[in-house]
Nanobody, 119 residues
Framework: QVQLVESGGGLVQAGGSLRLSCAAS????????MGWFRQAPGKGREFVAA????????DYADSVKGRFTISKDNAKNTLYLQMNSLKPEDTAVYYC????????????WGQGTQVTVSS
């Protein structure tokens, strides 16, 4: 059974940084992409970033480009999202996702981790 477990969320002031982690178990995503989505209060879930597990190619939403970095550790089967220069509008629940196709979410989701950025 596939499990994605996120960690690393929290409360941070505007301009600060956080690093999210997503530990995958039950399978590897070596031929697929993994990524991050987020959902702010009262809004739909939106794409944040994705990485191709084999090539390392990355993709970012315009709203986070230049501030967020997605990366992976193949040996640990873990996905990361380094978030710098955080803004209050980054406040959301962040979800790890597996088997993305482009920016379309795959079937595997983590439970989500809350990120709150205070102004």
């Amino acid at each position: 059974q596939v499990q994605l477990v996120e960690s690393g969320g929290g409360l941070v002031q505007a301009g600060g940084s956080l690093r999210l982690s997503c530990a995958a178990s039950g399978r590897t995503f070596s031929n697929h992409a993994m990524g991050w989505f987020r959902q702010a209060p009262g809004k739909g879930r939106e794409f944040v970033a994705a990485i191709n597990w084999s090539s390392g190619g990355t993709d970012y939403a315009d709203s986070v480009k230049g501030r967020f970095t997605i990366s992976k550790d193949n040996a640990k089967n873990t996905l990361y999202l380094q978030m710098n220069s955080l803004k209050p509008e980054d406040t959301a629940v962040y979800y790890c996702n597996g088997d993305l196709a482009g920016r379309r979410a795959g079937e595997f989701w983590g439970q989500g981790t809350q990120v709150t950025v205070s102004s």
